[in-house]
């Protein structure tokens, strides 16, 4: 649960530290990719960071939010908003030509493999760990999805009467059935750049036959 948070009337007021922001990010994403949750305390990441505990608190008002905060951030920095933002005479497909590619390529990081195994691991005993992952991480990228979707059909370049369904579909697509097993056991190495390309390709040949205007 919650560590108890120090008093940080001292600090209050200043302006935060965007560099120890970041190392306290940083250190936070592998001390919970090591222990987990549970495992990883405010102190640690604090001397992970360099930083005093009260800093830490200062950025982070608890453990929960800094668990979330990283989950956003590395999601932030490779499928950033702005990917799901479409305008007028941008080409759909084009569009989720890119957004397929950039989530295949997050979670096929080397840190996101660690931290979904972590989590098939350690998730039933730690619950809050779980939700947190899910709503900071899958939820957001869902939720871009749908907004994404609706704007296209807003647009005429889609026909999706359940952009909800249909986003499910299109990453259910991606990550596809036994490969990507295999991929999370182990068993099998990440595609490459080339592969995750002509893949996505194919789903997005698909998906927009199935919801293309005409």
């Given at each position: ?24 990010l940083?250190?936070?994403?592998h ?14 990441v604090?001397n ?143 595609p ?23």
């Amino acid at each position: 649960m919650n560590e108890p948070m120090p008093s940080a009337t001292a600090s209050r007021g200043r302006p935060k530290d965007p560099a120890k922001r970041q190392a306290i990010l940083d250190a936070a994403k592998h001390l919970f990719l090591t222990h987990g949750f549970t495992g990883a305390s405010m102190d640690a990441v604090a001397n992970e960071a360099g930083v005093s505990k009260l800093t830490v608190y200062s950025h982070f008002s608890d453990k929960e939010t800094l668990f979330t905060a990283a989950i956003e951030a590395k999601c932030v920095s490779q499928m950033p908003v702005i990917m799901f933002n479409l305008e007028p005479g941008m080409p759909v497909a084009e569009m989720l030509q890119k957004i397929g590619e950039a989530f295949l390529e997050m979670i096929y990081h080397e840190d996101s493999l660690k931290l979904m195994r972590l989590l098939s691991a350690v998730g039933a005993q730690d619950q809050t760990m779980a939700n947190l992952f899910y709503e900071a991480g899958p939820m957001r990228t869902r939720n871009e999805m749908i907004r994404f979707l609706r704007r296209a059909c807003d647009l005429d370049q889609l026909r999706v009467l359940n952009p909800e369904r249909a986003s499910e579909l299109f990453f259910g697509m991606l990550q596809g059935g036994c490969t990507h097993i295999q991929i999370m056991l182990g068993c099998s190495e990440p595609p490459s750049a080339k592969e995750v390309s002509a893949h996505v390709e194919e789903v997005v040949r698909v998906f927009t036959r199935a919801y293309g205007p005409n």
